[in-house]
């Protein structure tokens, strides 16, 4: 059984830093790509930032040069390391890991407030 599990989310003031981390377990091999979501309140959920087992990694606009995604196939981990937080960056954000399927972590709340 394919289980995803968040840690990392939290509080933190505006300039401020966090990192998420994911690990998914259930995988006979390791997923073809892995990565984040984001879903603000009344917003669609979008992608944050995707990398494969090969190392290609891809971001959205927003967060490009502040954060950085990193993988480890051999544990199936998936890190978020989000530096110079905004407020607009508050959201739940969801693991995810796709072979032949998507498959979505619970989610994790981060909130950029001062």
């Known amino acids: 059984q394919v289980q995803l599990v968040e840690s990392g989310g939290g509080l933190v003031q505006p300039g401020g830093s966090l990192r998420l981390s994911c690990l998914a377990s259930?995988?006979?091999?390791?997923?073809?790509?892995m990565g984040w979501y984001r879903q603000a309140p009344g917003k669609q959920r979008e992608l944050v930032a995707s990398?494969?087992?090969?190392?290609?990694?891809n971001y959205a606009d927003a967060v490009k040069g502040r954060f950085t995604i990193s993988r480890e196939n051999v544990k199936n981990t998936v890190d978020l390391q989000m530096n110079s937080l905004k407020p607009e960056d508050t959201a739940v954000y969801y693991c995810?890991?796709?072979?032949?399927?998507?498959?979505w972590g619970q989610g994790t709340q981060v909130t950029v407030s001062s």
């Open positions: 259930g995988f006979v091999f390791s997923p073809l790509s």
């Open positions: 990398v494969t087992t090969g190392g290609s990694t």
């Open positions: 995810y890991a796709q072979d032949s399927l998507h498959y």
